[in-house]
């Protein structure tokens, strides 16, 4: 049963978007998931040695990859060999999630019902979208709009002129104003005439106690999710791209970017204006300094800088 609250999705068999698939392994698509998210009847894909790991513990019924990839793959997994794996894969979420390339006006959008809202507090202006939950004594700045489906905890306090959809946020959570959140992520496939745009069907995942500054912009997932852990604040002007995944107790300063897929540990501290590149690990208690670029992947109990963002004592000897 597909578990995807935000999006709607078609029942098709991968016969039918697949021409090169074995027909005694047909199955209508449950989900298309990560590689190590991926259960029976799901829908993968594999585009880089990176993730072999991964790709040999796969659960999933079938995985887009390559001829080169394909031998990485678990017999249970049947190979969908293609040349442009990130190519397929966007067509195939067009075809099982039409709506999750563009991100369509929400136009269920109403003034919240006290009935439903007793404990909760809305400024002017406020709009709800369908299916809405929101937890007890949470407060709403004016103009603030929560589109349908987005979950909040208790205790929130969310400022004005937020937009909200695609989410899930957790208890005693505060974010400031001016903050969209859970927005599609930057994806498409160049094409000479029209660009291929990849669509986005994962969400925004924020847990307890997190605090989000003033005009930060979070991008939900790609088929992954983009997920923020608790006790981390994060101050103004951030932004964070589809599927980077942030851990508990860090401190993010102001105008850091956040490039797609990058995962970042637990109690990391970085400076202002710094960069991270996308797909790279980032351990815990790491330290990066402010305005570096950092574009490989950093062990557990680093401080770095500069760029590229190399460990500090070598970073002063070149000065």
């Known amino acids: 049963m597909n578990s995807n609250i935000f999006f709607t999705k078609k029942n098709i068999k991968i016969s039918k978007i697949f021409n090169n698939i074995n027909k005694k392994k047909d199955f209508i698509i449950n989900e298309v998931k990560p590689l190590n998210n991926s259960k029976k009847n799901d829908l993968t894909f594999f585009d880089s040695i990176k993730y072999k790991d991964l790709a040999i513990k796969t659960n999933a019924s079938a995985c887009i990859t390559t001829e080169k990839l394909k031998k990485f793959l678990p017999n249970t997994t049947d190979k969908i060999v293609v040349?442009?794996?990130?190519?397929?894969?966007?067509?195939?979420?067009?075809?099982?999630?039409?709506?999750?390339?563009?991100?369509?006006?929400?136009?269920?959008?109403?003034?919240?019902?006290?009935?439903?809202?007793?404990?909760?507090?809305?400024?002017?202006?406020?709009?709800?979208?369908?299916?809405?939950?929101?937890?007890?004594?949470?407060?709403?700045?004016?103009?603030?709009?929560?589109?349908?489906?987005?979950i909040i905890g208790k205790n929130c306090v969310i400022g004005s002129n937020c937009i909200i959809k695609n989410t899930i946020i957790g208890n005693n959570v505060v974010i400031q104003d001016n903050c969209k959140i859970g927005q599609k992520g930057f994806g498409f496939i160049p094409l000479a005439k029209s660009n291929f745009k990849f669509p986005h069907i994962g969400k925004v995942l924020i847990d307890d106690h997190v605090e989000i500054a003033s005009g930060c912009t979070i991008d939900r997932g790609s088929v992954d999710d983009t997920s923020i852990g608790s006790n981390t604040y994060i101050d103004n002007q951030v932004h964070i791209a589809h599927n980077v995944k942030i851990g508990s107790d860090c401190m993010i300063a102001g105008q850091v970017g956040f490039a797609g897929s990058s995962k970042i540990g637990n109690k990391v501290s970085i400076g202002g204006q710094a960069g991270i590149s996308g797909h790279l690990r980032i351990g815990n208690n790491v330290k990066i300094g402010g305005a570096s670029g950092v574009v490989r992947d950093i062990e557990d109990n680093q401080l770095v800088m500069g760029y590229p963002a190399v460990p500090l004592k070598e970073f002063l000897k070149k000065k």
């Open 83 to 150: 040349k442009n794996v990130l190519f397929e894969l966007a067509k195939a979420l067009k075809q099982i999630y039409p709506n999750a390339d563009i991100d369509f006006p929400d136009l269920s959008l109403k003034k919240p019902v006290f009935n439903n809202f007793r404990s909760v507090k809305f400024g002017n202006n406020v709009l709800i979208g369908k299916n809405v939950k929101i937890g007890k004594n949470s407060i709403f700045g004016s103009n603030t709009i929560i589109e349908k489906s987005v």
